[in-house]
């Protein structure tokens, strides 16, 4: 894995858990200006998940034009949220009728690559507990630098991380027309929040719109990166503290 997108993963799973509503996040045009409406009071965590199944998540077209700022429901988050353009958009440039959301590097700012913004919103598990979850959206980047993805993490009470993947292995980067990018993940019976959105790490601009987020049957893949061999298991006591060969 590249050292920098190593970084962007460490950071997306220090996400969870508290409320990141990043104020500072840049609007539409106006950097500084403060954002995230739609936080609940308990920080992200949405109080209805839809347990019917087959869902589009938030950006369903509800009027015609732009304006700044995430979605309702949505939060920015990041690293260096305030150095990132956003807005939503209904009308031109929006596929199949949907509204997009448009995260974009503001230019007035030297270039960073390690710097990233994402847009996520994060809801309780309790309605896919047992099941096999795909989280889907359409992408469309310009001028992508380093990377451009969706992501999900599944969590325990405890915040331990279940399952995560964050298109690690595949990114989308440089200009590419619109094409949906898909994630599965199994919600195991101890989950208790799950998180998603999309990234953009470094410069460029990222359109994401239809999110989807679905059951599917066994017969389909996870997409989680394979899990790490556990580290050699830890002396009880300190040892060789006198350095002998």
Known sequence: MNLRFRSYVALILLLGGVGLSCPGIAQTRMPGYPSA??????????A???PQGVSSVGLDRQDVGHRGGAPKGWIVAGNTPDRYLLSTDFGQGAPFGKGFVRLS???????????F???MQSIRADAYRGKRM????LLRTTNVRAAATIWMRVEAQNGKVLAFDNMEAHPLVGTTP????NIVLDVPAESAT?????LLAGSGEVMASDFQFDPVDATVATTAPPVSAPEQALPAAPVNLEFHM
């Open 134 to 137: 795909r989280l889907s959206a």
């Open 105 to 115: 590097w503001n230019r007035v700012y030297d270039s960073m690559s390690s710097a």
């Open 117 to 119: 913004a994402t847009v």
């Open 178 to 181: 619109w094409q949906r990018a």
């Open 37 to 46: 409406p739609g936080v609940t009071p308990n920080g992200m965590l949405s």
């Open 48 to 50: 209805q998940p839809q």
């Open 194 to 198: 799950i998180s998603f959105g999309f």
